[in-house]
């Protein structure tokens, strides 16, 4: 092959290269833009952690979402201190979605509970009521329009151990009072996840996504992809079904340096997510 030819094919082969690789970039970042799930972070996950840390973790995660565990909002904190939360959150190109996991054990906790969601502006409160306290619970859901997600907290759990023993109490009540399956939890009462999601989905309001190591009570959190529940059939399956509501990360391992853990587990997720995509 002649020098100039030569010159000529590698030129031609690496425009050729590079066009390619370039339109898998954009072709990638499209599916990636309208991925049929939101990711968010529950921030519990950075429990150990000032306020301004936990916004800068969870957008260095590049998630859009939150929800707030009373350690980075408290649940009495007064309107003017709420609202400058908030306002710190939008600052951070961030959306204060939900708040919880919040237990209303009195009449009291209830009203506190909805009047610190609805100060903040929040579309959904995971809780944990009492369940002499539900039928005061869907009077401040009719009052307010924001939904109620009860959390499921397996083994050990009195109240609500799995999603049915939460469905069963909400099942003929409002339409906006259902769910917050916490996948982890969920296995560790020995139920698949993906299934007791297909039962209740139409009162499926929030997702608390995790790993864990056994479908026992003795299971413990590990990052995403590294624990035995399916997450690619899982996340699937909230895809088929249109789900509407956050996948928050709810990274109960390594509370004093959660990050890496989180991250690696985020991007598990988006992986999935892009797979997702591709079908």
């Known amino acids: 092959m002649k020098e100039t030819t030569r010159r000529s094919f590698f030129k031609l082969s690496g425009t050729a290269l590079c066009s390619s690789l370039c339109l898998n970039a954009v072709q990638a970042s499209a599916a990636s833009s309208s991925a049929p799930l939101t990711l968010g972070m529950a921030s519990y996950t950075f429990r150990k952690f000032k306020l301004k840390d936990c916004l800068s973790m969870t957008k260095r995660l590049g998630l859009g979402k939150i929800a707030f565990k009373s350690f980075h909002l408290p649940l009495d904190a007064s309107d003017s201190e709420i609202l400058a939360v908030v306002q710190k959150v939008k600052d951070a190109g961030l959306e204060l979605y939900g708040g919880g996991v919040i237990y209303m054990k009195d009449e009291a906790q209830v009203h506190q509970a909805f009047h610190y969601a609805q100060t903040a502006d ?35 759990d009195k109240l609500y151990p799995s999603p049915e023993s939460a469905f069963e109490k909400v099942k003929n009540r409002d339409a906006r009072m259902g769910l917050c399956i916490d996948i982890g939890h969920t296995m560790r009462i020995g139920q698949d996840p993906t299934e007791e999601y297909k039962k209740f989905n139409e009162r499926v309001f929030d997702i608390h996504i995790k790993d864990v190591t056994r479908a026992t009570a003795d299971g413990v959190t590990v990052e995403i992809g590294r624990g035995i529940i399916d997450i690619p059939n899982f996340l699937s399956t909230l895809s088929e079904h249109e789900y509407q509501g956050t996948v928050a990360l709810e990274f109960e391992k390594d509370a004093d340096d959660p990050l890496p853990g989180a991250a690696e587990s985020i991007g598990y997720l988006k992986g999935v997510m892009a797979g997702l995509e591709w079908k």
């Open 122 to 156: 929040m579309k959904v409160i995971i809780g944990v009521p009492n369940h002499d306290l539900l039928d005061l619970v869907e009077e401040k859901v009719k009052e307010t329009d924001i939904y109620l997600a009860i959390h499921n907290h397996g083994p050990g």
